[in-house]
């Protein structure tokens, strides 16, 4: 029996993806590994492997559609023997797969209302119900239209179709059972009409392209990357209590130290930045304090035994946060190399998710643009993400004297539930003692 290829869930969270490229054509046969795809997650361009072996009989989403959820039959493989004509018994209807995925990288077209409603009524019916035994039921597109229009649960009607499928004669001779949810609706109604009114969320987005119309703009389409920024971030503020912790470190010290190492590591092709001693002494923070070493898990706080440190990395239309791993056991030119590789292909988007994912703290170094400090945004599930300002030559009283001292800002974004301001503190005074004692990194 012909096989569904379903969109691929290529990170832990990613719930729709952009069908970037096809690397295969209808008729090509394929081995389990072959590259079928590029998808475009939230943060990165993923090859697609095949996982069997077979024929690609037909595709049915095109190349450049946006947003096609995870699940969703993309192609269909024909195994030895099958041919087109053996499609019909998929339970996708692949046709009208294809018929319905977004075209020209998911922009609009003109299009009449009358074409347009029959799509609208068909989002109203579930993709995948469940029969009475928990298994899956199997239904055309049509069948599962008509259905939703008659309010006909599928799992109680058997079908005629090849391998049991629910086909169009099918819900048209059923007769549709009183919807349950609407038995409900008045107590839904009640019980909001209890609840106290809710803050207003700011204005719609009509109201506010009303309020530019007579001016002239230029509208930005979200991509998957921003709009997953503004969705995290946005949760982030709301729902994560933070505080904040500051101080200053001297950084004089450091610059001598960072000058004589990389004289030594010239010949080598190796160049530390200010920013691989910083993330050298988080990580030897957070085994120094090791309760910090943390991040938020819904119901328990997770301690982390290695110092997995978080890294912003600026790309054209948002941000990644690649993580260097083991942080704490590494050599400054071995962090110094990871960082360069990570951040070369976070620009590229060519990370993997395992890259950019976990970690218990990050590190957002805006210095070299001139910020003098700043306070960032956690990102969840982190405990904490450290702001990092520019070094500036401040005057310094030095045991009863006025110097000048190069001295960088730095604050602490701390997620409350995971770390109180003493251990913060802590944390904070550890990191500040490694950046002003660097040849105790080497240790």
């Known amino acids: 029996m012909p096989t569904e290829i379903l969109m691929p869930a290529l990170s832990p969270t990613m719930e729709e993806g952009t069908l970037a490229k096809w690397l295969v054509k209808e008729g090509d046969e394929v081995s389990s590994g072959d590259i ?66 977004p075209k020209n990288g998911g922009k609009d077209e003109p299009k009449d ?25 199997f239904a055309s597109p049509l069948a599962r239209r008509i259905a939703a229009d008659k309010g006909l649960d599928l799992s109680q009607i058997k079908g005629s179709g090849p391998n049991g499928r629910i086909v169009k004669a099918d819900v048209e001779e059923a007769k549709p059972g009183a919807p349950p949810a609407k038995a409900d609706a008045p107590k839904a109604d009640a019980k909001a009409a209890d609840a106290p009114a809710a803050a207003p969320a700011g204005p719609s987005a009509d109201a506010i392209l009303k309020m530019y119309e007579d001016r002239e703009t230029e509208e930005v389409k979200l991509d998957g990357m921003r709009r997953t920024i503004a969705a995290r971030l946005g949760e982030a503020k709301q729902t994560i209590p933070h505080f904040y912790l500051r101080r200053s470190a001297k950084l004089d010290e450091l610059m001598k130290f960072r000058g004589q190492l990389n004289k030594q590591l010239e010949e080598r092709g190796i160049k530390l930045s200010v920013n691989d001693f910083i993330i050298k002494a988080c990580a030897l923070a957070l085994q120094e304090v090791p309760d910090a070493n943390a991040v938020w898990a819904g119901d328990r706080i997770l301690k982390l035994k290695p110092s997995d440190v978080a890294v912003a990395v600026a790309i054209e239309g948002g941000l990644f946060t690649p993580v260097l791993k083991d942080a704490q056991q590494k050599t400054l030119s071995a962090l110094s190399a990871e960082m360069k ?57 030095e045991a009863g004297e006025v110097v000048i001292r190069n001295v960088m800002s730095m604050t602490l974004s701390v997620d409350h539930r995971v770390i109180d301001g003493a251990l913060g503190a802590q944390l904070l005074e550890a990191i500040v003692r490694h950046l002003e004692n660097p040849m105790g990194m080497l240790a």
């Open 341 to 397: 590789d990570l951040a070369s292909r976070a620009k590229s988007k060519k990370l993997a998710p395992h890259e950019y994912q976990g970690g218990s703290f990050a590190i957002s170094n805006l210095g070299m643009f001139g910020i003098e400090n700043f306070d960032a945004v956690i990102n969840p599930p982190h405990g904490a993400i450290l702001a990092v300002g520019s070094g500036i030559q401040t005057p310094v009283v």
């Open 113 to 137: 209302e009358t074409a347009e409603a029959p799509k609208a009524e068909a989002s109203k019916a579930p993709p995948a119900p469940k029969s009475g035994d928990g298994g899956r039921v």
């Open 36 to 101: 079928l795809a590029e998808i475009e997650t939230d943060k990165a361009t993923m090859e697609f492997e095949a996982v069997d072996e077979g024929k690609i009989g037909k595709i049915l989403i095109e190349e450049g559609s946006e947003g096609v959820k995870v699940n969703t039959p993309i192609a269909v493989l024909l195994e030895e023997g099958e041919s087109a004509d053996d499609i019909g018994d998929v339970s996708s209807g692949g046709g009208d797969a294809k018929a319905d995925a």
